[in-house]
Nanobody, 123 residues
Framework: VQLQASGGGSVQAGGSLRLSCLAS???????KGWIRQGTGKEREFVTS????????DYADSVKGRFTISTDNAKNTLYLQMNSLKPEDTAVYYC??????????????????WGQGTLVTVSS
């Protein structure tokens, strides 16, 4: 599956953005998620959604602020980000894996990633 993320941009703290990830292939049968990487930081799991159960998982740092959703008819994954903070500044990647769990979404051996979209949050 090939992924293309979009929707990044610059926003002030407290603002909102919605990221989109358009996929090719049978996207509906993949576990999906978002990961991010700030400058000089390690790649970090953000959120995931199970294709089979719809169960979602969030990093503690984004719980209550970010919402992951998917529209299988449009082959698109979304990330609604509210109450953004400067520490949310990062390149955001959508990811898809046949295997459930953040470990697999974070691993290039088990997941496909999009090209990333930059989110910049200013204070």
């Amino acid at each position: 599956v090939q992924l293309q993320a979009s929707g990044g941009g610059s926003v002030q703290a407290g603002g909102s953005l919605r990221l989109s990830c358009l996929a090719s292939g049978r996207f509906s049968s993949y576990h999906k998620g978002w990961i991010r990487q700030g400058t000089g930081k390690e790649r970090e799991f953000v959120t995931s959604i199970s294709w089979s159960s719809g169960t979602t998982d969030y990093a503690d740092s984004v719980k209550g602020r970010f919402t992951i959703s998917t529209d299988n008819a449009k082959n698109t994954l979304y990330l609604q980000m509210n109450s953004l903070k400067p520490e949310d500044t990062a390149v955001y990647y959508c990811a898809a894996s046949r295997y459930s769990g953040s470990y697999y979404l974070m691993s290039s051996a088990f997941a496909s990633w999009g090209q990333g979209t930059l989110v910049t949050v200013s204070s």
